[in-house]
């Protein structure tokens, strides 16, 4: 079965992200962590739809570090248990934590000390002000980037990106708007 637009859309470096040009624009500060292949853990808070999740997975994307994407609320501590051993196998990799604003506290106290050896990097990504609805100990850890909602410009950009990509989109319908 054929996977979502959005899914099938989903940009998977960070030159393909829409929007969000005061950190992933050129010499921006997300940009310069890519360039470098060096990034923090960080927290990517915003409105839901700006693309929180979808820069967090294009930063992996573009540096080529392993990662893997778990959801606070759905996944378990023996999820991140597993993660863990990987990056073990791994020497490192990046964790994508989708609603870590829902991070319960033996989850939080489980990742400290991996994010703290380094062993993993941290990018969570929270529509809820990371000042109040995270923890301390993770946020102190954490570089935190708020998202702005996208503009009309940065919509159509993506529409029209969806309408004529052949491959992943709905090029090969000659849809028009």
Known sequence: MKQPLAHRMRPTNIQEIIGQQHLVGEGKILWRMVQANHFQSMILYGPPGTGKTSIASAIAGSTGTPF??????????KDMEVVVQEAKMHRHLVLILDEVHRL??????????????????????????????????????????ELHALT????????????????KGLGEY????
């Open 104 to 145: 319960d506290k033996a989850k939080q106290d489980f990742l400290l000390p991996h994010l703290e050896s380094g062993l993993l990097t941290l990018i969570g990504a929270t529509t809820s002000n990371p000042f109040h609805a995270i923890n301390s100990a993770i946020r102190s850890r954490c570089q935190i980037f």
């Open 152 to 167: 009309e410009e940065d919509i159509l950009i993506g529409l029209k990106r969806a309408l004529e990509d052949k491959e």
């Open 174 to 177: 000659a849809v028009t708007v």
């Open 68 to 77: 893997r994407l778990l959801n606070a609320v759905t996944h378990n501590k």
